[in-house]
């Protein structure tokens, strides 16, 4: 198993004495700055006027102009939607920045596909949380924290990797443990896991469930029930202990037809699917097809959303969670909205 390191692994604190600037105030922004702030480290939000200026300055932080808050940065840590970082980056980012300072990221999208281009004369890592903002900022109340990836992509200054795992133990993420990897394999294995598994993965088998069921003449209430609704528990088993552990909580029959069903819809041609989408991904054709879908307002990415709000398992869907109350309204919950 590769290195994981925790709080007394990380002794070299070279992060006291530097002033970081978080830009952005969303899921991440808010997370990392107050667990920093609660970790002794001098924290400023850099933000343009709107919702999360008005939040981050209700939490006690100074907010300044994104332009402002770099000019005094040492460490900047780039915490704004993917797809608007390369043109913040550009037009106050870049022009700001001190010599021997570090730009920081929570993903390494921008830096591995070439949209932001960092000068030679700082540091640039990424410390990566595996888990949502309000879980970040939770378990570090808790006492605890989220496990956290890390990667230096230019160290400028012989401290680079230093100060990402100073970062990383600031947050509280070192105290359940640190794992190294490079802004290739975290960008890669980011976009593969959500597209053929977490995301796209799931909701085609979720649909395609529904569906057959509906059009077999079942009632959608049951379809829903059967291929959407008990996916919580099945995936809560998977979590707390792995294929085997929701094996022994399910019953043998459901796992007799686990064992000849499932690889009967996973099949080989699948998985070769799944290598295509990885290709696609190594050689930069979805980072292309994202990033021009971004150019142009995003056509494609609304039409298609809109169409999906329409599927018949959305209406059927919102009709039965009425019913069910004790159930907490996390999509429209802007913190928990974004894990992927
Ligand atoms: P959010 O969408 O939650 O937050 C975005 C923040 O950026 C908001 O505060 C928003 O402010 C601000 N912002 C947007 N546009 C601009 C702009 N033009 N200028 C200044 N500020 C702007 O982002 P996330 O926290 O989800 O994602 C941040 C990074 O963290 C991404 O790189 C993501 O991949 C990564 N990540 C996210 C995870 C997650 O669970 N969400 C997990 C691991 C990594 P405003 O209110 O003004 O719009
Ligand atoms: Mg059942
Ligand atoms: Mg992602």
């Not at 981050?56 to 704004?80: H, Q, Y």
């Not at 949502?132 to 401290?159: F, I, K, M, N, S």
């Not at 049951?222 to 094996?247: P, Q, T, W």
């Not at 004790?326 to 894990?339: A, G, H, L, R, Y």
Request: proline share 4%; net charge negative.
């Amino acid at each position: 198993m590769v290195k994981v390191l925790h709080d007394e692994d990380i002794q070299r604190d070279v992060l006291t004495g530097k002033k970081v600037a978080v830009v952005g105030y969303g899921s991440q922004g808010h997370a990392h700055a107050q667990n920093l702030r609660d970790s002794g480290y001098e924290v400023v939000i850099g933000l343009r006027e709107g919702k999360s200026a008005a939040r981050a300055r209700e939490d006690g932080f100074t907010v300044l102009p994104v332009a402002d808050a770099v000019s005094v940065a040492d460490v900047v840590m780039i915490l704004m939607p993917d797809e608007t970082q390369a043109k913040v980056y550009k037009e106050s980012i870049k022009p700001n920045l001190k010599s021997g300072a570090a730009i920081a990221f929570a993903h390494g999208f921008n830096i591995h596909f070439g949209q932001i281009v960092p000068p030679d004369d700082v540091d640039v890592f990424m410390v990566a949380p595996k888990g949502p903002g309000h879980l970040v900022r939770r378990t570090y109340e808790e006492g605890a924290g989220v496990p956290a990836l890390y990667a230096v992509y230019q160290d400028a200054t012989g401290q680079a990797k230093d100060l990402a795992l100073s970062y990383a133990k600031g947050i509280g993420a070192a105290r359940a443990g640190v794992l190294e990897t490079t802004f290739k394999e975290e960008t890669e294995t980011d976009l593969f896991g959500e597209q053929a598994v977490l995301c796209g993965g799931l909701t085609s088998l979720i649909k395609a469930g529904f569906e057959v069921l509906v059009e077999a003449g079942y009632q959608p209430e049951a379809a829903y029930f059967e291929c959407l609704h008990e996916m919580k528990l099945i995936v809560d088993l998977l979590y707390e202990g792995g294929l085997s552990n929701m094996r022994y909580s399910i019953s043998d029959t459901a796992q007799w037809g686990d064992f000849v069903s499932g690889p009967r819809v996973v099949t080989a041609e699948t998985k070769e699917r799944m290598k295509e989408i990885l290709a696609d991904i190594q050689s930069g054709a979805f980072a292309k097809s994202w990033i021009l879908e971004n150019q142009v307002n995003r056509p494609q990415f609304n039409a298609i959303n809109a169409q999906e709000l329409n599927h018949p398992i959305e209406k059927v869907g919102q009709e039965l969670r009425a019913l069910m109350p004790f159930i907490k309204q996390s999509v429209k919950d802007q913190e928990t909205k974004k894990v992927a």
